[in-house]
């Protein structure tokens, strides 16, 4: 049952996908890749990724809606006609096609979902979750992992963002010390 | 004042839920889903959704703009700060068992924390300062 609703919601993102392909409206755009988001996290709470789909919500149907409505208000609410001649296009088509069998061919040969002999159940993973929450004192596994197995990557990630947002202010701010 | 009557009623009434959920986030995560990262997303959304609603100058009031710069880079401060200290405790860096000299497991509850906290201080301030980017060339 839980598998069928996945696929539904994946069919789902497959139609909006597609919608948005042929729409032109930027601000319509803007506002189906956030709902695309949000079905996106449904998704992953069926599969159990609570933490996942929370950031999804919060990131992919929050955060950057808001940012992209930020930025269209600078720019036109539509875009032009595709540019470009057909022999362009037709190239552009068959190499996103081919990516895309590519991938969906590389995937049959992914580990089903929730398969204990998956190579990625074999190394740590078992220790973390026997272990995490004993070592931490946190029950939350994932919070366990990001924070302390794995608290380099996540200082790394941090100062990605940060890294991202100064970029973004030294590139775009005009805010005089005073807030005029 | 008079134009966007019910988005600004409505957002004022929203705010404080928003911002308190964000806190929420933060804390709990330990316990259940979320974290630093979410909450910060959070956080700052409370901002922009006030931004969006009362314009950034109102906002700013609030939220002066030396703390947002001052948040961005505080939050990695914070999180390389407690690599530091753990090291000057004879640990590892980011080994926050030898925070607590009595119970590694309070220890690495205490570093957790203050970790996710540096995180959560971050991501508001970058996402809020690159809104308040976005708002302040939209006044000219």
Redesign the interface.
Known sequence: MEKLHVVILLMLMISLALTVVRLRSLLAIAILSGVYSLILAVAFTLLDAVDVAFTEAAVGAGITLTLMLAALSLTTRSSTKGSGSAAQRSVAIVVCLMTGAALAYASLEMPAVGDFAAPIHGHVANRYIAEGPLMTGVPNIVTDILASYRGYDTLGEVTVIFTAGIAVMALLWRWRSDGK | MSEHLIVRVIVKLLVPFILLFALY?QMH???????G??AG??F??GF??YS?AFGA?QT?RVL???VV?AM??L??VL??LV?FVTVGAGGN??D?GVLDSHD???G??L??LL??L??GI??A???T??????????QK
């Not at chain 2, 995560?29 to 974290?35: F, K, L, R, T, V």
């Open positions: 986030v995560g330990d316990y259940g889903p979320g974290g990262f979410q997303v959070i700052a959304t922009i959704v969006i100058r700013i002066p703009l030396s710069t961005v880079s939050g990695v999180y390389a690599g860096f980011l926050y590694p497991v309070h690495q509850h570093g957790i970790i996710e540096g995180v971050s991501v301030g970058v996402l300062a690159i809104f308040f980017t976005f708002a302040e060339r939209r």
